[in-house]
Nanobody, 117 residues
Framework: QVQLVESGGGLVQAGGSLRLSCAAS??????????MGWYRQAPGRQRELVAG???????KYAASVKGRFTISRDNTKNTVYLQMNSLKSADTAVYYC?????????WGQGTQVTVSS
């Protein structure tokens, strides 16, 4: 089985930065071969994909975060990262990592990011 644990969230002022980490345990080889993504969900709103990274390191971003967020991965550490700069109040959400397709069994507790104005 695979477990994904998100960390690094917190309270930050608008314009500030945070780096989120997603540490994987279990069947790591399978995770490292997959396209991974960071998702976010605000209360009462749909979960949305904000960034993705393939096993080869190619990245894509939602228009709302492009130029501000950077997704990366270190397969030797079984970890996916999300560097978030120039944070806005609209970025406030719980952030989750998962595969590109969002496998139901892989959703964790997420990490809360709160951006104050």
């Amino acid at each position: 089985q695979v477990q994904l644990v998100e960390s690094g969230g917190g309270l930050v002022q608008a314009g500030g930065s945070l780096r989120l980490s997603c540490a994987a345990s279990g069947s790591i080889f399978s995770i490292n071969a997959m396209t991974m993504g960071w998702y976010r969900q605000a209360p009462g709103r749909q979960r949305e994909l904000v960034a993705g990274i393939t096993s080869g390191g190619y990245t894509k971003y939602a228009a709302s975060v492009k130029g501000r967020f950077t997704i990366s991965r270190d397969n030797t550490k079984n970890t996916v990262y999300l560097q978030m700069n120039s944070l806005k109040s609209a970025d406030t959400a719980v952030y989750y990592c998962n595969t590109e397709g969002g496998r139901s069994a892989y959703w964790g507790q997420g990490t809360q990011v709160t951006v104050s104005s």
